[in-house]
Nanobody, 126 residues
Framework: QLQLVESGGGVVQPGGSLRLSCAAS????????IGWFRQILGKEREGFSC???????WVDTSVKGRFDISKDSAKNTVYLEMSSLEPEDTAVYYC????????????????????WGQGTQVTVSA
């Protein structure tokens, strides 16, 4: 069974840091790209970072310098390092998998992704 499981969310004060994990099971990340998305209550899900099967990394300018993405192939896990968190970062964070087929794809477009995790809540509050 193909599955993605996010973890690492929680409550953090403004200026704090969190590391989210996205663990894949039932498939290897060697053949998939992973994207990170977040959904603020009442708004559409938005993508902001992805890492390809060949380890090319993309981070949207809206969070660049504060967020970073990485992958541990041995653990079949992708990480999202978040720092200098702001209340506006409060959202449910999701990871998703896109099967690599050798063609370019829209990294931040949720329609490009086939498999989703259940999400993890991040709350930034004093």
């Amino acid at each position: 069974q193909l599955q993605l499981v996010e973890s690492g969310g929680g409550v953090v004060q403004p200026g704090g840091s969190l590391r989210l994990s996205c663990a894949a099971s039932g498939f290897t990340l060697d053949h998939y790209s992973i994207g990170w998305f977040r959904q603020i209550l009442g708004k559409e899900r938005e993508g902001f970072s992805c890492i390809t099967s060949s380890n090319n990394r993309w981070v949207d300018t809206s969070v660049k310098g504060r967020f970073d993405i990485s992958k541990d192939s041995a653990k079949n896990t992708v990480y999202l390092e978040m720092s200098s968190l702001e209340p506006e970062d409060t959202a449910v964070y999701y990871c998703a998998a896109h099967q690599s087929d050798g063609y370019a794809y829209e990294c931040y477009n949720p329609d490009e992704y086939d498999l989703w995790g259940q999400g993890t809540q991040v709350t930034v509050s004093a």
